[in-house]
Every structure is written in C-alpha cells, then in structure tokens.
C-alpha cells in the first residue's frame, strides 16, 4: 500500500488503527468516504480498507468562511459563481413577469429556476475542479 495519495493525504491501513475515536462530522468534501472526523485541524476519512488523513490550515467548525477561503477555495469559487448565477437569473425573470399594471414580489417559477441554476452552476463547478485536481495528480504520480 502507498501511503500518500495524490493529494498529499497520508493513508493508514486499518489494521493499524482499527477504531476512530474523534469526533465524527459532515464538514467537508467526504470523496467517497463511509465517513469522516475532526479533531482540531485534523481531518481523517475513513474507507473500507484505510483512513486517509490530512490536516487544514482552518478548522470548519470554528471559522467557516476561514476554511473555505484557506483549505477549500475551489468550493468558495463555485459558491460564488453559483449565487451570481442564481441571481442574474432570478433578477431576469422578477424583471420580465413585473409590468407596470401587474407587479409581484416573488414568483415560484423564478424561485425555481434561480434555485436550479444555482444548484446546476455549484454542481458543473464542483465537477470541474475535481476533474482538474484528479488530472493535476495523474501528472504529479507519474512523474514519480
């Protein structure tokens, strides 16, 4: 077993550490993980066969926005996008339903579209930094 991944993660078999005993959270990106845990800036995930370990540079639950701008700005950046996003589109069709003899504050069409566009531009962000980091990390291991 190697233990680094691509991402500079350390792995540690379970067989020798069988038993996590840290705090388990749902912050952070689980990559596949059955679950994840943090003790301080410590952030381990656990998977079948091994943990995988790193540590931030902020911890989530003591200053959020801290983390995302420090440890995770791919996911600020595509939070960003996607509230823009959601905005334009909601300001568009508030803008092409309200005339002037018929005026209305919120539509469930335009919340519902300004929402998919949100969650749609957050997910193809999403998708694009992965697949850019897992690219990223191919050419670093085989440089190996």
């Known amino acids: 077993m190697d233990f680094f991944d691509g991402s500079g993660n350390i792995l540690i078999p ?34 079948n066969e091994f943990y995988s370990l790193h540590v931030d540079k902020v911890d989530p639950r003591d200053n959020p926005l801290g983390h995302l701008i420090e440890d995770a700005p791919d996911v600020l950046i595509g939070l960003i996008l996607a509230s823009a996003i959601g905005i334009k589109m909601g300001r568009t069709y508030y803008n092409k339903i309200n005339t002037e003899d018929k005026k209305i504050f919120l539509n469930s069409k335009g919340l519902v579209q300004a929402s998919l566009a949100t969650i749609g531009t957050y997910m193809l962000s999403r998708y694009i930094s992965l697949t850019l980091k897992r690219k990223v990390n191919r050419i670093h291991s085989k440089d190996k």
């Open 14 to 47: 379970k067989s020798v550490r069988p038993i996590i005993d840290f705090q388990e959270t749902i912050l952070g990106n689980k990559e596949g993980a059955k679950k994840q845990y943090r003790m301080g800036n410590l952030h381990i995930r656990e998977y």
